[in-house]
């Protein structure tokens, strides 16, 4: 009668262990990656933004000094940097023409995308969107320092810490928790004396940027950069030399690369979920399996 019942419970347990094979890993493929749903454009229209015309920007960067002083207390406020670091989190770049006595200035930072590639490549969820403003911002709290968000960033502008003992992702949040919350307005251009920056909400700067583009076609390219590139950005671009001379990405297209990181996760989820889920009942069924093997030695 014992070895019968034994017989039957080992039966059981295996028959629990099969279910557990096919389940886990449906279970665990199920589970949402840190990119969460698509933002729609279409909501897009009240996002915090701001509009950068190069023909108007004096390269004075009274932006890049104000930045430094609003957000960061360690950096100097009169720091100008010529490029992104981890001491900046906006530069002002030049691309001098062939005459060498003319440059185009441009403003470096952040793009704050719709559809972000470095918030879909985050493990942790660390890097985020906020759903009011459409910002893209950084929790140090929970970042881990892998820098996948860098890697992701078609932009190359995320930077790292890379001398801190407790590095952090440094990168323009469009003052956050500074300039926006207190002023209701950028420190950058708050303090631009040019007007190359205004701000408002991306669906007025589009319309601005495309109204000043069909008012003097002969100052500027027909293009506005950032309202579809990369999936669309919340910093918007004017400027009278084509963007490809400017040091923006070439060949981005329409589309986020946020998508192509989605469909990789969602691939890699499928052969991880097995692995994953064999670890997970390797450990219970092994100690089933002692237990069972023990009580037939006794038997």
């Not at 023409?97 to 490549?121: E, N, W, Y």
């Not at 911002?137 to 790292?160: E, H, K, L, T, W």
């Amino acid at each position: 009668m014992k070895d019968k019942t034994s017989k039957n419970q080992v039966l059981l347990k295996r028959q629990d262990f099969l279910k557990g094979m096919v389940a886990a890993p449906l279970v665990i493929a199920g589970l949402p990656n840190s990119a969460g749903a698509k933002p729609s454009a279409s909501d897009a229209g009240n996002n915090v933004s701001y509009l950068f015309d190069s023909t108007k920007c004096i390269g004075c960067r009274s932006c890049t000094s104000a930045c430094n002083q609003i957000n960061d207390a360690e950096l100097f406020s009169h720091d100008r940097p010529l490029d992104l670091s981890e001491r900046s989190r906006t530069a002002i770049r030049v691309f001098l023409d062939d005459t060498k006595d003319k440059g185009t200035f441009i403003k470096r930072q952040c793009m704050h995308c719709l559809h972000p590639a470095c918030v879909s490549a985050c493990p942790v969820k660390a890097m985020r969107i906020d759903e009011k403003t459409g910002i893209v911002y950084n929790d140090p709290s929970v970042c881990i320092g892998c820098r996948y968000c860098m890697v992701a960033c078609p932009f190359d502008i995320i930077q790292f810490e890379w001398d801190k003992k407790f590095p952090k992702i440094i990168k323009c949040t469009m003052c956050k928790e500074t300039n926006l919350k207190t002023r209701g307005i950028t420190a950058c251009v708050d303090v631009c004396p040019s007007g190359a920056l205004i701000f408002g909400t991306r669906k007025k700067l589009l319309a601005e940027a495309k109204k000043r583009i069909k008012k003097n076609p002969k100052k500027y390219v027909p293009k506005v950069y950032g309202e579809k590139d990369g999936g669309g950005t919340n910093i918007l671009y004017i400027a009278g030399k084509d963007f490809d001379e400017l040091g923006f990405p070439k060949n981005l297209g329409d589309e986020s690369p946020a998508v192509i990181t989605e469909s990789i996760q969602a691939i890699y989820s499928w052969f991880i979920a097995p692995v994953v889920a064999f670890f997970l009942l390797f450990i219970p069924v092994s100690k089933n399996f002692k237990k069972v093997a023990g009580e037939e030695n006794e038997g």
